[in-house]
Structures are given as structure tokens and as C-alpha cells.
């Protein structure tokens, strides 16, 4: 008799399923596992990015005098980690500060690391018992803080950005003075131009792009790589430091006043007296006279400010402000000005021809510290910030005209004690001596994640 094959293998498929259900069991405990912990991982990431970036910030506002850095960029990051995760089981956060930074930021002067380790709960795989998984991120955050500033020169991309040729001088010889942190936002090959016989003396050169320095020109004596100069600097990290501060002063409520040319006889004892008030049109000193402007406001509509013919002027707590036209000292005049300043809505600034200027800028008010302002005009020609020609001009405030080009050239000798110049570009040549002493200025901190 002829067995059924069939009824022999009767059961089979229920052993084989029997066999088999358990793996296919865990390979998708271990799928769908295996996709949590990556979203977990993910959720991790985020969360030690943002701790990271946080904690960097408050390590430099408490190390402005607001607490202990460490702790305070600790707790900020365990702040901000925490968020969204359950408070019976919140991530464990670890902030180290680096002692070298990333080799994407060489330049930074701090570097955090925050790591964000999470334990999520298992759901499937448990049932394989085992530890609970870790998840663990990283994220390192840095601060880009260039030293120097008291020669911002803001433009992009301009090639000869800064420029130092012919005799021209910035900075002082002597070791033992003062001499400026210099930064140069261009991103040219040329950023820097220093040749000829030039000489540049400063605390530090940043420089976005890169420079020449040809001919007998130095750089704190050196004619080659000198090490004060430091290029490939972050671009974020040179700003306007001024941006949005100044305002067009009040001028509402200014009497009208009236500006006679006429020649009077008056002396160093016995000068011309002018008030405070508006005035149209041009105010034009000259024939060797003596002014003096009292104390306030005066508002120049559509006109220039003009001593020359060898006029002597003098101002003491005098704003200036010209809506359209320009400053100008030319013919041997001078200027001499303590706690004044001069605000351009639209014109240059020129002193020419043997002019000499003294000024010293507020000592309080909302032009605190600041000599010249010449806002900024975008899309407009490029503003002018000259002197030349032989002048003599000793500066103690900040020269502000971030969309200027300013030029020294022609024997002008220029000691600008503590000083800084925001500029577009500037050019230092002839003759031109320019000292501002000032190493450091607002340039702006920048926080980046770097990995």
C-alpha cells in the first residue's frame, strides 16, 4: 500500500513558523529600535547644538562681570538641553572648555564642547533584557574675537583696501607708545598695499584677504612676514561697531540766526562772537579774523563750513551739523574745538593748504567720544575724509565714516592721540604721519558652531 506523502508532512509548516517567528520577532524589535535610536540620536544633536551655542554666550556675558563663566555656561546648557525631554528622564549634559580650538577656527580664543547623553526606553528589544542604550552627542561652539580695532577699514572687497606708500606712517616708532590694532575687512588679494618707504607700526593687523608689502616698506621693521599681520580672519567678526548708533542732532526749536562775511577787527582777546542757532547757506570764515562759537547746536541747511583765508576759529561744546554740504579748513586757517563735534548728513570732510585743527571730542551726550560723523550713505558715492597738503591736525575721539574713503598724503602730519578711525577704505602716502593709539575698539563678538 502506497503511503500519502502528504499526510506525512501533516504539521510541518506550524514547526517551521514556530521556528521562525522568534527571529522575525527580533528583527523587527531590532528595526524599529534601531530607527528610535536614530531619531534619537538626531533629537540629541539638536539639543547639544543648541546647548553648545547657548552655553558659549553665557560663558562671555558672565565673563563680562556677570558671574563665573564655567557655571554659568554649565547651567545654560543644561537649561536648554533638557527642553523637551522628560523630567524623570532628562539627558545628562557635560560642558568642557577646549583647550585648543577646532582646526575650522584657529583664531578663536574660546571653544566649548557639550555632550548630551540620552537613555531612551526600549520597547520590543527589551524583551531581550541587556542595559539600556546610551545616545550620546557632541557639538563644540567657538568665540571669534579679533584683537585690535583702532583702525577699522570696512570695505568687502576693494583691493588696496589699506593702503601705506610713498613715506606715509602709521603707528609710532617707539615701542614703549601706544600703537593701533588695525582690521581689514577686504577679502582681496591686495587687502593690504604697503610700499614704497612706508612704515607701519601696530599692536596687531587682521586682514581678511591677504597683502603686499614690496619695496623698502616695513612692518614693525620687518620687510618680510611680519608676525603682527594675521590673515584668513573671520569676516563676521570685523562689524561696524558704530552701526545704528548716531542719530541727526535735534535741531527743532533752533533760533535763525544770520552769518556775516563782512571783515571786522578782531583779535585772539576780542573775537566774534556766534551763537547757537540754524543757518543758511554757507558759513564761511576768512581775512585772518578770530571766531568763537559758544557752547550748543549749530545747523548748517544746505551749506558749507568754511574757515579759510587764514581765520582763526574756536569752539568750545559746539555740534556742528551740516545737512548736504561739506566741512572744509584750506588757506591756512585753523580750527581748534574742545568737546565738539561735526555731524555730516551728506558731505566730505576736508582739511587742505596749511590748515591746522585741534580737536577733542565730548565728554558725555549722545556723541560721546566721537570727533566726525559721517553716516552711512548705501548706494550713494563713496563719501571723503581728506587731509592734506601740509596740515597738522591733532584728533583725541573717534572719526566715524563707514562708507568714507580717507586719505593723508602731501606732508600732513597727523597725531591722533586716543583715537579711532571706522572707515570705508584709507590710504596713508606722501608724508602722512597718523597715530591713533587706540589697540582696541567695539569690533563685535562672534559665536559660531563649529562641529
Known amino acids: 500500500m502506497r503511503r500519502n506523502r502528504w499526510k506525512s508532512r501533516r504539521g510541518a509548516a506550524a514547526a517551521v513558523a514556530a521556528i521562525c517567528l522568534p527571529m522575525l520577532l527580533g528583527v523587527m524589535a531590532l528595526a524599529i529600535d534601531g530607527g528610535l535610536l536614530r531619531a534619537e540620536g538626531q533629537r540629541s544633536q539638536v539639543a547639544a547644538d543648541a546647548a553648545s551655542y547657548a552655553a558659549i554666550r553665557a560663558y562671555h556675558k558672565a565673563g563680562s562681570g556677570q558671574g563665573d563663566p564655567m557655571t554659568a555656561a554649565t547651567a545654560t546648557a543644561v537649561d536648554y538641553a533638557r527642553v523637551g525631554y522628560p523630567a524623570n528622564n532628562p539627558p545628562q549634559v557635560t560642558v568642557v572648555r577646549l583647550a585648543s580650538p577646532p582646526p575650522r577656527y584657529p583664531t578663536a580664543d574660546l571653544a566649548l564642547k557639550v555632550v548630551v547623553s540620552t537613555h531612551p526606553p526600549r520597547l520590543f528589544s527589551g524583551i531581550f533584557g541587556g542595559p539600556a542604550p546610551s545616545v550620546a552627542s557632541a557639538s563644540v561652539s567657538v568665540r571669534l574675537r579679533p584683537s585690535g580695532g583702532g583702525i577699522i577699514v570696512l570695505n568687502p572687497t576693494a583691493a588696496n583696501s589699506l593702503t601705506v606708500v610713498g613715506s606715509g606712517v602709521i603707528g609710532d616708532p617707539d615701542p614703549s607708545k601706544p600703537r593701533p590694532g588695525i582690521l581689514v575687512k577686504s577679502n582681496s588679494t591686495t587687502a593690504g598695499y604697503f610700499y614704497g618707504d612706508s612704515r607701519t607700526y601696530a599692536a596687531s593687523i587682521g586682514i581678511v584677504g591677504k597683502y603686499v608689502l614690496d619695496g623698502s616698506a616695513t612692518v614693525n621693521g620687518k620687510t618680510t612676514s611680519p608676525d603682527v599681520i594675521r590673515t584668513g580672519v573671520d569676516p563676521s567678526t570685523i562689524i561696524d561697531p558704530l552701526a545704528s548708533t548716531f542719530s541727526p542732532p535735534d535741531v527743532s526749536g533752533l533760533p535763525l540766526r544770520q552769518f556775516s562775511s563782512a571783515w571786522k577787527d578782531t583779535s585772539a582777546s576780542n573775537p566774534l562772537q556766534l551763537l547757537p542757532g540754524r543757518y543758511n547757506g554757507d558759513v564761511q570764515f576768512g581775512g585772518s579774523m578770530y571766531y568763537s562759537m559758544a557752547p550748543g547746536t549749530y545747523y548748517i541747511s544746505g551749506g558749507k563750513f568754511n574757515p579759510s583765508g ?30 565738539s563735534m561735526a555731524y555730516l548728513g551728506k558731505g566730505n570732510f576736508t582739511l587742505t593748504g ?26 550713494a558715492d563713496r563719501r571723503q575724509v581728506q587731509i592734506n597738503g601740509g596740515t597738522t591736525t591733532n584728533i583725541a575721539g573717534t572719526i566715524y565714516a563707514p562708507t568714507a574713503a580717507m586719505a593723508l598724503s602731501g606732508g600732513s602730519y597727523t597725531i591722533n592721540g586716543r583715537t579711532q578711525l571706522i572707515v570705508d577704505t584709507l590710504s596713508v602716502s606722501g608724508a602722512a604721519v597718523i597715530r591713533p593709539d587706540t589697540q582696541t575698539a567695539g569690533t563685535g563678538i562672534a559665536f559660531h558652531l563649529a562641529q
Request: net charge negative; hydrophobic share 30%.
Open 354 to 379: 596749511g590748515a591746522s585743527s585741534n580737536v577733542t571730542a565730548p565728554g558725555d551726550g549722545p556723541y560721546e567720544g566721537v570727533v566726525l560723523v559721517q553716516p552711512p550713505t548705501p548706494g
Open 310 to 339: 587764514g581765520a582763526h576759529v574756536k569752539a568750545d561744546g559746539a555740534t556742528i551739523y551740516l545737512d548736504t554740504g561739506d566741512f572744509v579748513v584750506d588757506g591756512g586757517s585753523d580750527f581748534t574745538a574742545s568737546g
